[in-house]
């Protein structure tokens, strides 16, 4: 079945500094979708890319999707304690019917 | 618009027992799909739900059952608990017609199932 996979599993960041998390899929994929969980919390609808090689920005954060289609990427600029949390990406199964989420990317910051 | 509204927040059961939680969608949205989520395994697909039927079933035993109401608020059963069942229940609605996977999901806050 399709794979969806996800790294870095963690990443710990000094405020202030980047990240990116890579997001990529056993299959071509239709679009990819972006979500945010904070501690405790549940996940969050970020973004949805569709085009090949379609770059989105909201304020500090760029989505990527790649022009396969079959990869895509997010980096944070200039960190900050709010950008806490895990990251996940999720791609459509057709054949099953459903979104396949990545393990997730746990960002920490630390201040 | 109110999100998407899991109750309860919080349960714990008995091996053996069985358990219902709910989920009301967004209003106007149709989808309602169920996910668990354990730190093992992520966020693994149970079913969705459109227009109260059963649109499409991931791999969970038959003791995992749901139903969706001419409203659109959905119910989610599991059976003859096991301790492994333990995870965040999440329930996401979604606008989208043609299926729960090209369209965003709105996730509610969750029940944390405790098996014990």
């Known amino acids: 079945g399709q794979q969806v996979m996800q790294i870095p599993q963690y990443q710990h960041v000094q405020e202030g500094e980047d990240f990116t998390t890579y997001c990529n899929s056993s299959?071509?994929?239709?679009?990819i979708q972006w979500y945010k969980q904070r501690p405790g919390g549940h996940p969050v609808f970020l973004i949805q890319l569709v085009k090949s090689g379609e770059v989105k920005k909201q304020k500090r954060l760029t989505f990527q999707f790649g022009e396969a289609k079959k990869n895509s990427s997010l980096h944070i600029t200039a960190t900050q304690t709010t950008d806490v949390g895990t990251y996940f990406c999720?791609?459509?199964?057709?054949?099953?019917?459903?979104?396949?989420f990545g393990d997730g990317t746990t960002l920490t910051v630390k201040p | 618009k109110a999100g998407v509204t899991q109750t309860p927040r919080y349960l714990i059961k008995t091996r053996g027992q069985q358990v219902t939680l709910s989920c009301s969608p967004i209003?106007?949205?149709?989808?309602v799909s169920w996910y668990q989520q354990t730190p093992g395994q992520g966020l693994q697909f149970l079913f969705e739900?459109?227009?109260?039927?059963?649109?499409n079933k991931g791999n969970f035993p038959g003791r995992f059952s749901g139903r969706q109401f001419s409203n659109s608020r959905s119910e989610m059963n599991v059976s003859t608990l096991e301790l492994g069942d333990s995870a965040l229940y999440l329930c996401?609605?979604?606008?989208?017609?043609?299926?729960?996977?090209?369209?965003?999901?709105?996730f509610g806050n969750g029940t944390r199932l405790t098996v014990t």
């Open positions: 996401a609605s979604s606008a989208g017609t043609g299926g729960s996977y090209n369209s965003p999901l709105h």
């Open positions: 739900y459109f227009s109260e039927t059963q649109r």
């Open positions: 999720a791609g459509p199964d057709t054949n099953a019917g459903k979104s396949t």
């Open positions: 209003s106007g949205h149709r989808s």
């Open positions: 299959t071509t994929l239709s679009n």
